[in-house]
């Protein structure tokens, strides 16, 4: 038997705004991660796994408390809310001292 499904995945519906940290100097660092957020039926992030880490405890430790505040739109299949899996990419960007900068560069 044959059974097709429709599956509409998840999709950011918000994500709040100073989940980064900010200590006032001027250059700018950004810092990749990859985190996989599990989104209840609601939308909801209930738990979140870092797949790929940034390289730096304090970046991967913002991006993970950046996507337990987002909001979803739940994923649908038959159109009915259903719990998923995602993988989103998060740049944690944050200001450096120049000194900083500079030997990154």
Same mark, same amino acid.
């Not at 429709?6 to 709040?16: D, K, M, R």
């Given at each position: 038997?044959?059974?097709?499904?429709?599956?509409? /995945? /998840?999709?950011?519906?918000?994500?709040?705004?100073?989940?980064?940290?900010?200590?006032?100097? &001027?250059?700018?660092?950004?810092?990749?991660?990859?985190?996989?957020?599990?989104?209840?039926?609601?939308?909801?992030?209930?738990?979140?796994?870092?797949?790929?880490? #940034?390289? #730096?405890?304090?970046?991967?430790?913002?991006?993970?408390? /950046?996507?337990?505040?987002?909001?979803?739109? &739940?994923?649908?299949?038959?159109?009915?809310?259903?719990?998923?899996?995602?993988?989103?990419?998060?740049?944690?960007?944050?200001?450096?001292?120049?000194?900083?900068? #500079?030997?990154?560069?």
């Amino acid at each position: 038997m044959n059974r097709r499904f429709l599956l509409v /995945a /998840a999709s950011l519906a918000f994500t709040p705004i100073g989940a980064f940290a900010d200590d006032g100097t &001027p250059a700018l660092a950004r810092q990749n991660t990859l985190v996989e957020a599990h989104v209840d039926k609601e939308g909801h992030v209930t738990r979140e796994q870092l797949i790929t880490s #940034s390289g #730096s405890p304090d970046a991967d430790a913002r991006a993970l408390a /950046a996507v337990q505040k987002w909001q979803f739109k &739940p994923a649908l299949v038959k159109g009915k809310p259903v719990e998923v899996n995602v993988r989103v990419p998060v740049v944690v960007e944050s200001k450096t001292s120049a000194a900083a900068a #500079s030997t990154h560069s």
